[in-house]
């Protein structure tokens, strides 16, 4: 069992930045951010393989950055140039696997899940 612990939230401005932080029991191949607004399916927004290999969503690419720091076991978001269209809820999520498909943000590779910590960015 992994357990997932995501911080960092809160409400900025347009244009502002956040850093997501994800604390993990247990560090593994795969580890990805995901996020989920008010009425709309979770999506992936980026992950990160052992290697530090990454692959961002469309919509956050060039504006975010996911990077781990091993010896504290944790992931992290740098969001930047915040849209309120990022308003969500956003998650970390984990998973032993050891393949790294060519969409590595689909939820269903991913079997360890925290509970999330919202972001709230107005215009």
């Known amino acids: 069992q992994v357990q997932l612990v995501e911080s960092g939230g809160g409400s900025v401005q347009a244009g502002g930045s956040l850093r997501l932080a994800c604390a993990a029991s247990?560090?593994?191949?795969?580890m990805a951010w995901f996020r989920q607004a008010p009425g709309k399916e979770r999506e992936g927004v980026a992950a990160?393989?052992?290697?530090?290999?990454?692959r961002y969503a469309d919509s956050v690419k060039g504006r975010s950055t996911i990077s781990k720091d091993n010896a504290k076991k944790t992931l992290y978001l740098q969001m930047n140039s915040l849209k309120p269209e990022d308003t969500a809820l956003y998650y970390c999520?984990?998973?032993?696997?050891?393949?790294?498909?060519?969409?590595?943000?689909?939820?269903?590779?991913?079997?360890?899940w925290g509970r999330g910590t919202q972001v709230t960015v107005s215009s």
């Open positions: 247990e560090y593994t191949y795969r």
């Open positions: 990160i393989r052992r290697d530090g290999f990454t």
């Open positions: 999520a984990a998973d032993w696997g050891t393949v790294w498909p060519r969409n590595p943000l689909q939820e269903s590779l991913y079997n360890y």
